[in-house]
């Protein structure tokens, strides 16, 4: 279900949860960090659970998703168990932008035009940075 951009229809997202609740399935919703406020108090509503695409989607012009409003309401959803990310859309943080070169110049033993591993993800250690 996407949401981001746009006003959030409540009834919708209920009515979706309505069709799918008997099969057991997940709510997959695309909304932006500053949507979370409207949309947190539809998830006990909605007694499925929840999948937040793209880490929340946080606007990289505004800086840290930390610091961005929906952030904190973003984290407690994740707490309650009953709502999860998707660790997808990295491709849009300047960091990851920089990464996908391979970073040869910063990593001396690395050959761009040989398979190798790239790097460990550190899940944790994104997360905090967002």
Not at 74 to 92: A, E, I, N
């Amino acid at each position: 279900m996407r949401i981001w951009g746009d006003p959030l229809n409540k009834a919708a997202v209920i009515a979706a949860a309505d069709c799918v609740r008997a099969f057991g399935w997940v709510i997959h919703v695309y909304i932006a960090l500053e949507q979370i406020v409207e949309f947190a108090p539809l998830v006990p509503q909605i007694g499925l659970p929840v999948v937040i695409n793209h880490i929340g989607a946080p606007d990289q012009a505004r800086g840290s998703g930390r610091l961005q409003p929906g952030y904190a309401g973003f984290m407690d959803l994740l707490r309650t168990g009953q709502v999860w990310t998707k660790l997808s859309g990295t491709y849009r943080f300047l960091i990851f932008l920089i990464s996908m070169t391979g970073d040869v110049e910063a990593n001396s033993g690395g050959d761009r035009n040989k398979v190798q591993e790239n790097w460990k993800v550190d899940d944790t250690a994104f997360i905090a940075r967002c």
